[in-house]
């Protein structure tokens, strides 16, 4: 069984939900390491074809990774394979693994955890020693 397939068994896909979703660069390349790949990756989360999808809440763009908090407006699968085309296009490669893990947020203490998770990745990776140093993430609440 391949493990796309895994990730995707059990998967819900709710409208109105709330999901905390991590999607990877293949073999965890820091492919967006370099501000002007992390700007393309950030931008993409309010692009129009993947805004009509979901209302972000909060993201971060780490060098080999994204966290994306959002409410689903229709299909998860759809929201994130949106997502990952228009950042490759833009970027002019297929950067991202397959698949996706994902997590729904039942309430809005769970919401605002997880939006503080998101938000302090960059200092829990050492890549900074404050938040307002890093420009790669955004929260609706800050």
């Known amino acids: 069984m391949s493990r796309s397939y895994q990730l995707r068994r059990g998967r819900l896909s709710i409208p109105n939900s709330y999901y905390l979703v991590t999607i990877t660069t293949q073999r965890r390349q820091p492919v967006f390491s370099t501000f002007s790949r992390a700007r393309h990756a950030a931008r993409h989360f309010y692009h129009p074809r993947v805004s009509v999808l979901t209302i972000t809440y909060a993201y971060v763009v780490m060098p080999d990774h994204i966290h994306w908090l959002f409410q689903l407006n ?3 699968s759809e929201a994130v394979r949106r997502y990952k085309t228009y950042v490759s296009l833009d ?4 950067v991202w693994q397959d698949g996706f893990h994902d997590r729904m947020i039942r309430d809005e203490t769970a919401l605002k955890a997880a939006a503080r998770y998101i938000v ?10 404050d938040i307002k140093s890093y420009s790669y993430w955004n929260a609706i609440w800050l």
């Open 74 to 76: 229709e299909q998860l």
């Open 91 to 94: 970027i002019g490669q297929s």
């Open 120 to 129: 302090a990745n960059p200092l829990r990776a050492n890549l900074v020693d």
